[in-house]
T-cell receptor
Framework: DSGVTQTPKHLITATGQRVTLRCSPRSGDLSVYWYQQSLDQGLQFLIQ???????AKGNILERFSAQQFPDLHSELNLSSLELGDSALYFCASSGSQGASGANVLTFGAGSRLTVL | AQKITQTQPGMFVQEKEAVTLDCTYDTSDPSYGLFWYKQPSSGEMIFLIYQGSYDQQNATEGRYSLNFQKARKSANLVISASQLGDSAMYFCAMREENYGGSQGNLIFGKGTKLSVKP
């Protein structure tokens, strides 16, 4: 167990729907990162939060949004879902804002989203 | 241009033998970190080893070592005495400390699927 908890583990939904993925970071970690892993795109960085504030944005679609709450858990909202959004969504956490050196990202087990 | 290149989509190795997984990277940032992660079929991402751009010695962690050749911009992972449980996807990743435009984000390669034969 990595200490990063993601729910749900699996989710099947239809095109046009909206889903919310939840992440609880490792105890003491203030930074949360979201990644999308698909067969064709590999692991893509979506967005990062630090202590409740957005810190960096990657290849996140406008249909997607995220937030980090005061208790440091984070949610990734995916709306108007398309077939191509089917992927494994990872949350990772780390201990500091300007992570440098061997500040390792610890990943959760992922949420597998299937859009039919 | 790809920042992290893993040229071996798949590799086979005999149990108990050593194997090298290739990774080359591209950055103009003088300060960066290189990471290797393992992803077994169960899906989780497991951190294996880290090398900083200013580290003088190659990193080692148990059976894992990183062959860091800075001038060639390569950071190959060496797994010694392969075990059946080493069968997994292996990802090389980089963090750019100054030019990354982000706070600690990792850029991943496409991965190498390693299969260990008994």
């Amino acid at each position: 167990d990595s200490g990063v908890t993601q729910t749900p583990k699996h989710l099947i939904t239809a095109t046009g729907q909206r889903v919310t993925l939840r992440c609880s970071p490792r105890s003491g970690d203030l930074s949360v990162y979201w990644y999308q892993q698909s067969l064709d795109q590999g692991l893509q960085f979506l967005i990062q939060y630090y202590n409740g504030e957005e810190r960096a944005k990657g290849n996140i679609l406008e249909r997607f949004s995220a937030q980090q709450f005061p208790d440091l858990h984070s949610e990734l909202n995916l709306s108007s879902l398309e077939l191509g959004d089917s992927a494994l969504y990872f949350c990772a956490s780390s201990g500091s804002q300007g992570a440098s050196g061997a500040n390792v990202l610890t990943f959760g087990a992922g949420s597998r989203l299937t859009v039919l | 241009a790809q920042k992290i290149t893993q040229t071996q989509p798949g590799m086979f190795v005999q149990e108990k033998e050593a194997v090298t997984l290739d990774c080359t990277y591209d950055t103009s940032d003088p300060s960066y970190g290189l990471f290797w992660y393992k992803q077994p079929s169960s899906g989780e991402m497991i951190f294996l080893i880290y090398q900083g751009s200013y580290d003088q010695q190659n990193a080692t962690e148990g059976r894992y070592s990183l062959n860091f050749q800075k001038a060639r911009k390569s950071a190959n992972l060496v797994i010694s005495a392969s075990q059946l449980g080493d069968s997994a996807m292996y990802f090389c990743a980089m963090r750019e400390e100054n030019y990354g435009g982000s706070q600690g984000n990792l850029i991943f390669g496409k991965g190498t699927k390693l299969s260990v034969k008994p």
